[in-house]
């Protein structure tokens, strides 16, 4: 059976207890690990990892904590849509609503990532899921073996079926929790899951992969409800598996190719089950040659609302490089 009913209606402002999926253990799974502790205060940001600038470089790494930074997380493809994963900071100028701003922290190493997987557990899955199982656990393998997983099987409801692990013997359990019924409440699942991430993760770097084959048509909360949950400060990347029948036109395709692209995820819509083994490492690649550049905004810090953010790299030997990252986010109070 299915474990503990993520909470969805978080729209609203809440302290994190409130707007938090519950995350004691399940009676029918022992070995369930405890849930993390809850996330820093909102306006400090969680410890990043960053390259110690005063002359210990030479492979040494610290932890310091960025009051108030965004983190962006960035990937660099060039014109054939390869990866670079290997520019240094000064490639990369950052502009928030079109204004300069000063890189405060910067690093590109495969630093450990906290993770919800969110696979719709509808009746129209049935014949799919094994083959997403497997493309998931895939996925992980060729992961950094310190990440930080949660599972959340949905279909009208969304359920947390494993809060955050490393143990892939647990990932994979929870994998096999299927109901296979009910409709598809998309938006409610990753609003909670959200959720989940910013109030359980000490970890800034935050991913939401979600598997779906088909449109919500039973969330309570909207498309620009998650739309705007993913678009708060800090908020996480969004990749997402379509797994629509024949070609999905435009809408079936948009609010997927939307949320993730706001985020700096990306989108895929493979025309058979077959190309999910090469997704899923397609899209750890992606995860882990991602650059991580912090910044202070010299917005003032009350001016709340939406400010949008563009990132440019430059590099010699090159030729233009395209930078996907987050198109903007909400400033201080306004997405609590």
Do not use: C, W
Not at 73 to 97: K, W
Not at 163 to 185: C, I, R
């Amino acid at each position: 059976m299915v474990a503990l009913l993520l909470l969805a209606g978080v729209s609203s402002a809440q302290t994190p207890s409130q707007d938090s999926p519950n995350t004691a253990a399940p009676p029918d799974s022992p070995n369930q690990e405890p849930p993390a502790s809850p996330a820093a205060p909102d306006n400090v940001s969680p410890s990043s990892t960053v390259q110690d600038q005063a002359g210990q470089d030479a492979g040494v790494f610290v932890f310091r904590k960025e009051v108030e930074e965004v983190v962006l997380h960035a990937t660099v493809v060039d014109e054939q849509r390869h990866l670079v994963p290997n520019l240094d900071r000064n490639t990369f100028s950052i502009f928030e609503d079109g204004v300069p701003q000063t890189i405060t922290s910067f690093h590109r190493e495969d630093v450990p990532v906290a993770m919800g997987i969110l696979i719709d557990n509808s009746g129209s899955m049935r014949e799919k899921r094994d083959k997403v199982n497997e493309a998931v656990l895939n996925l992980l393998r060729h992961s950094n073996p310190k990440d930080e997983i949660f599972v959340v099987n949905f279909s009208q409801d969304s359920y947390l079926d494993q809060d955050f692990t490393s143990n892939l013997d647990l990932v994979h359990q929870a994998l096999q929790k299927v109901s296979m019924q009910g409709s598809t409440a998309l938006y409610d699942a990753i609003v909670a899951s959200s959720v989940h991430l910013r109030n359980y993760s000490q970890l800034d770097n935050r991913v939401l992969l979600v598997i779906t084959d088909g449109q919500d048509n039973a969330s309570r909360e909207t498309l620009q409800q998650a739309r705007l949950r993913l678009q708060q400060e800090n908020g996480p990347t969004l990749y997402a598996i379509g797994l629509m029948a024949g070609t999905p036109g435009p809408q079936d395709r948009g609010p997927l190719e939307g949320l993730a692209d706001s985020t700096g995820g990306a989108s895929y819509f493979p025309r058979s089950l077959d190309e999910l083994d090469a997704i899923s490492l397609a899209i750890g690649r992606d995860i882990r040659s991602r650059y991580a550049i912090g910044y202070k905004s010299v917005n003032p810090r009350q001016n709340n609302g939406y400010r949008t953010i563009q990132v440019e790299a430059k590099a010699l030997g090159y030729g233009p490089l395209s930078v996907r990252t987050r198109k903007g986010y909400y400033a201080g109070e306004a997405m609590r």
